[in-house]
């Protein structure tokens, strides 16, 4: 139980009192912090009007005359609100966050470029290293080109990652291959990424020499 630092009513930790809703400054993870299920799937638009009225009810300019204890409430729930917000409006800081929550780790399982991945990373790599001394227009049109690859490889890894959170909200499937498959799937987006913005960096560098 948490007592509102406003009106002194005991509680359920929350991110605002459910009597006064003025802040009570509670440690809360991400979704509790904006109220939300425990579930992987969310409506962006719905989280980000929630974030914003959220928000509202606690920004610490509401409270400038409160005292000392209702002030400080206000600027760790403000602070909690904006990590969370950050974190749940991204799928992969989603994702990471949830391995986290579940005691897991992406490093432990990201050393390596997933296999199914490797002749593509390997070949764009060579590929922008040689545009690096040959800048001619056909090397050029082959990575702009293997760049649609990348995004096409990244927009299915995406799908992929959607379709797990779904089987996380649906209790569908072992935990531990859930886990196996979510570390899988944001290597590879981590990796897709990553490949993505080193080409569009190399055909940017090409078209303005």
């Known amino acids: 139980m948490i007592e509102c630092p406003s ?74 609100l904006t990590r969370s917000y950050r974190t749940l409006k991204d799928p992969v800081a989603r994702g990471l966050y949830w391995l986290e929550r579940k005691g897991q780790k992406l490093a432990e399982n990201n050393k390596q470029v997933p296999p199914d991945l490797a ?22 049109a082959t990575v702009t080109a293997r760049r649609a690859e990348v995004e096409h490889a990244l927009s299915d890894a995406q799908q992929n990652l959607a379709h797990n959170f779904a089987s996380w909200d649906g209790g569908r499937g072992d935990e531990q291959r859930l886990v196996a498959d979510l570390k899988n799937i944001l290597s590879r987006i981590a990796y897709l990424r990553t490949l993505l913005r080193d080409v569009e960096r190399a055909l940017e560098n090409t078209n303005a020499a």
């Open 7 to 80: 009106c002194g009513r005991r509680q359920t930790p929350r991110l605002s009192c459910e009597q006064c809703n003025a802040p009570l400054g509670a440690e809360l993870d991400c979704f509790a912090a904006l109220g939300l299920p425990q579930k992987l799937t969310i409506d962006l638009l719905a989280l980000e009007r929630l974030y914003h009225a959220l928000g509202y009810r606690v920004h610490p300019d509401r409270f400038a005359a409160a005292n000392a204890k209702a002030r400080d409430a206000s600027l760790r729930a403000t602070a909690l």
């Open 119 to 140: 002749e593509l990373v390997f070949d764009v790599q060579e590929q922008l290293a040689e545009l690096t001394v040959d800048r001619s227009d056909e090397l050029e």
